[in-house]
Nanobody, 118 residues
Framework: QVQLVESGGGLVQPGGSLTLSCTAS????????MSWTRQGPGKEREVVAS????????NYVNSVKGRFTISRDNAKNTVHLQMNGLKPEDTAVYYC???????????WGQGTQVTVSS
């Protein structure tokens, strides 16, 4: 079964760090543009970070620039989101998304909860 599985969420104090991981089953992440999308309570879903398939070009929403880093490990078929300097407004469910523009196919993970609170 083709799927994306996220891990690494949890409860952290403001200023803390977390690393989210997204591992693919039955397809190769290296062929896909990858992104992390989040949806906080009462907020619209937003793409916070993305990385292209072949050139690993990254992009970030302004609110996380300098704090979050997206990276991929093709050998482990995994994408990571390193989150530093976490703020209460980063509280959200974080979703991993894979998109292949050549086939227009995409996959979503089930989401992982990140809560930033003292």
């Amino acid at each position: 079964q083709v799927q994306l599985v996220e891990s690494g969420g949890g409860l952290v104090q403001p200023g803390g760090s977390l690393t989210l991981s997204c591992t693919a089953s039955r397809f190769a992440l290296r062929d896909y543009h990858m992104s992390w999308t989040r949806q906080g309570p009462g907020k619209e879903r937003e793409v916070v970070a993305s990385i292209t398939s072949h050139y690993n070009k990254t992009n970030y929403v302004n609110s996380v620039k300098g704090r979050f880093t997206i990276s991929r490990d093709n050998a482990k078929n995994t994408v990571h989101l390193q989150m530093n300097g976490l703020k209460p407004e980063d509280t959200a469910v974080y979703y991993c998304h894979a998109y292949d523009p050549s086939s227009n196919s995409d996959y979503w993970g089930q989401g992982t909860q990140v809560t930033v609170s003292s």
